[in-house]
C-alpha cells in the first residue's frame, strides 16, 4: 500500500514570497491532516479535512495560510507572504476517518524562509 | 487546555540497558493515546494507541501502558536501531481527530 506522498521534500524562499506544498492521501482515506513541526518540538495542527469539507481550522493563521482539498483527495497548503517563523517541517497525514483510528505521516516538507 | 508533556527530553541509554519514556497528559475527555516513533529526515511512524486505564500494548522490545494521568513507553533491552525521538499524543473526544503532541523524547542507544 502506497504511503503519504509530499512534494516537494525540501524548499528555501525568501521572506514576504509565497510557497505551496501538495499532498496525496493514502488512497480510501477519507481524512486529511496538515501539521507544522517547528525544529525541537511536537506536530502542531493547522488544519484538518473530511472528504472536502474543512472540520478543524482554529490554528491555522489564516491571514497568511490557506488550504484546499480538491474533490477529496489531493490537498494544497500555501502560505502568502512567508514570514521567517514560518520556518519548519509540514507535515500531511491521512486516516481512514477522524476517530480512534491512526494517521499516517508523510515525509514532510522542510520549508526555510531566509 | 489540553496539553501533553514528555520527559526526560533526551535520554541516552547503553544497548541492553532498559528504561522507559513517560508521557503525561491533560485532556477534557481522553478517546485515544498515540505513539509515534520518528526519525531525522522522516514523519512520524505510528506504533500504538492506547484507550483506557489499564491497557498494555507490546511490539518487539516496546510496551506501552496507560494510567488516567501518563502513560510509559518502556524499552527492554534496546538496540541501536531503536535510537528515534519518540512522540506521544492525545486525541479528545470534543476534538474531532486532533492530535495534540508533546515535544518528543530523544532517545540515543549506543552500541
Do not use: M
Amino acid at each position: 500500500e502506497a504511503g503519504v506522498a509530499q512534494s516537494p521534500r525540501y524548499k528555501i524562499i525568501e521572506k514576504r514570497q509565497s510557497v505551496a506544498f501538495w499532498c496525496n492521501p493514502i488512497s480510501g482515506h477519507a481524512t486529511l491532516y496538515w501539521y507544522q513541526q517547528i525544529l525541537g518540538q511536537g506536530p502542531k495542527l493547522l488544519i484538518q479535512f473530511q472528504n472536502n469539507g474543512v472540520v478543524d481550522d482554529s490554528q491555522l493563521p489564516k491571514d497568511r495560510f490557506s488550504a484546499e482539498r480538491l474533490k477529496g483527495v489531493d490537498s494544497t497548503l500555501k502560505i502568502q507572504p512567508a514570514k521567517l517563523e514560518d520556518s519548519a517541517v509540514y507535515l500531511c497525514a491521512s486516516s481512514q476517518r477522524g476517530t480512534n483510528t491512526e494517521a499516517f505521516f508523510g515525509q514532510g516538507t522542510r520549508l526555510t524562509v531566509v | 487546555e489540553d496539553q501533553v508533556t514528555q520527559s526526560p527530553e533526551a535520554l541516552r541509554l547503553q544497548e541492553g540497558e532498559s528504561s522507559s519514556l513517560n508521557c503525561s497528559y491533560t485532556v477534557s475527555g481522553l478517546r485515544g493515546l498515540f505513539w509515534y516513533r520518528q526519525d531525522p529526515g522522516k514523519g512520524p511512524e505510528f506504533l500504538f494507541t492506547l484507550y483506557s486505564a489499564g491497557e498494555e500494548k507490546e511490539k518487539e522490545r516496546l510496551k506501552a501502558t496507560l494510567t488516567k494521568k501518563e502513560s510509559f513507553l518502556h524499552i527492554t533491552a534496546p538496540k541501536p536501531e531503536d535510537s528515534a525521538t519518540y512522540l506521544c499524543a492525545v486525541q479528545a473526544y470534543n476534538q474531532g481527530g486532533k492530535l495534540i503532541f508533546g515535544q518528543g523524547t530523544e532517545l540515543s542507544v549506543k552500541p
